[in-house]
């Protein structure tokens, strides 16, 4: 069965720390993998990654995908309040054209 | 503008009212989407259009139908919904189903509250 696992499952920092977070697959059809942030409401579309090696930049996050592990990381330098949310990985499978999603993990930045 | 609007943003309804969900996007994407998200859970995928027709219905309990009058409106009708179906609904879009270069844009979702 297609999975997508992520961790941890919730993650406490203060202002200034760096955070990794973890997001593992077993996906039959691996199309592409994707990170979102989802405060209050909808996520909100970080990065897409479909090539192993390259890293994505937006600011100070940041994401990379290991296609041979499977596996991606999700990297957040100099965190800040405004960073608290939960990040979901979402993994699209290309038999079913679906977006499988990891349970998320949650974040809080503390001052 | 990579913006998907949806109203109402809260719904309350009782069991036998029959109410509409709608979803709005102008990015020209092909593709809509509607999800499901209980509390501190991952989204859940119902249903999926692609060119204005249904390509995927994730068994959704027929009390959920579905409709995509043109390309840039998704609506989701409701009729003698559960309790246990209070939830967010988001919608999302992307440019076209199956590509490789699919990046679907969530809605800011509708908090349905059936009594």
């Known amino acids: 069965e297609d999975k997508v696992v992520q961790s941890p499952l919730s993650l406490v920092v203060h202002e200034g720390d760096t955070v990794t977070l973890n997001c593992s697959y077993e996906?039959?059809?691996?199309?592409?993998l994707l990170w979102y942030k989802q405060e209050k409401k909808a996520p909100t579309f970080l990065f897409m990654l479909?090539?192993?090696?390259i890293e994505k930049k937006s600011g100070r996050l940041s994401s990379i995908l290991d296609k041979k592990e499977l596996f991606s990381i999700l990297n957040i330098t100099a965190t800040q309040t405004g960073d608290s949310a939960i990040y979901l990985c979402?993994?699209?499978?290309?038999?079913?054209?679906?977006?499988?999603f990891g349970t998320g993990t949650r974040l809080q930045v503390f001052p | 503008d990579t913006e998907v609007t949806q109203t109402p943003k809260h719904l309350v309804m009782g069991m036998t009212n029959k109410k509409s969900l709608k979803c709005e996007q102008h990015?020209?994407?092909?593709?809509m989407y509607w999800y499901k998200q209980k509390a501190k859970k991952p989204p859940e995928l119902m249903f999926v259009?692609?060119?204005?027709?249904?390509?995927i219905n994730e068994s959704v309990p027929s009390r959920f139908s579905p409709e995509c009058p043109n390309s840039s409106l998704l609506n989701l009708h409701l009729h003698a919904l559960q309790p246990e179906d209070s939830a967010l609904y988001l919608c999302?879009?992307?440019?076209?189903?199956?590509?490789?270069?699919?990046?679907?844009?969530f809605g800011p979702g509708t908090r349905l509250t059936v009594l």
């Open positions: 479909t090539s192993s090696g």
């Open positions: 259009y692609s060119y204005e027709k249904l390509s």
């Open positions: 996906v039959t059809n691996f199309r592409s």
């Open positions: 999302a879009s992307s440019q076209v189903h199956s590509s490789l270069t699919d990046t679907q844009y």
């Open positions: 990015m020209g994407h092909r593709a």
């Open positions: 979402a993994v699209e499978e290309g038999n079913t054209d679906k977006l499988i």
